[in-house]
């Protein structure tokens, strides 16, 4: 059984930084991706940040140049390094895994994701 598991959400100041993790038990795919996505009050779950099992990666425009998702095989975890935060940010970030590899056409095509975190609150205050 696939479970993901998120950590590292808080409270910070706008210009702060968090690192959130996501810890994968039972996920054995060789060729698929892992994805963090975020939804903020009163909107709708958007895709943030995409890591294939090689390695590629794909980000939102909101987040380009701030944000940056690695993975550790060895550890079964991917985490999202999160710099100059703003309060724009500010909302529950959930991590995702496929069971198949997909092409960044659609990396944050919700459907095609098959297992889900609880969350992690991440608040910014201006």
């Known amino acids: 059984q696939v479970q993901l598991v998120e950590s590292g959400g808080g409270s910070v100041q706008a210009g702060g930084s968090l690192r959130l993790s996501c810890a994968a038990s039972?996920?054995?795919?060789?060729?698929?991706?892992i994805g963090w996505f975020r939804q903020a009050p009163g909107k709708e779950r958007e895709g943030v940040a995409v890591i294939y099992t090689g390695g590629g990666t794909y980000y939102s425009d909101s987040v380009k140049g701030r944000f940056t998702i690695s993975q550790d095989n060895a550890k079964n975890t991917v985490y999202l390094q999160m710099n100059s935060l703003a309060p724009e940010d500010t909302a529950m970030y959930y991590c995702?895994?496929?069971?198949?590899?997909?092409?960044?056409?659609?990396?944050?095509?919700?459907?095609?994701?098959?297992?889900w975190g609880q969350g992690t609150q991440v608040t910014v205050s201006s």
């Open positions: 995702a895994a496929a069971r198949a590899w997909r092409s960044s056409d659609y990396a944050f095509h919700q459907v095609y994701y098959n297992y």
């Open positions: 039972g996920y054995t795919y060789s060729r698929s991706r």
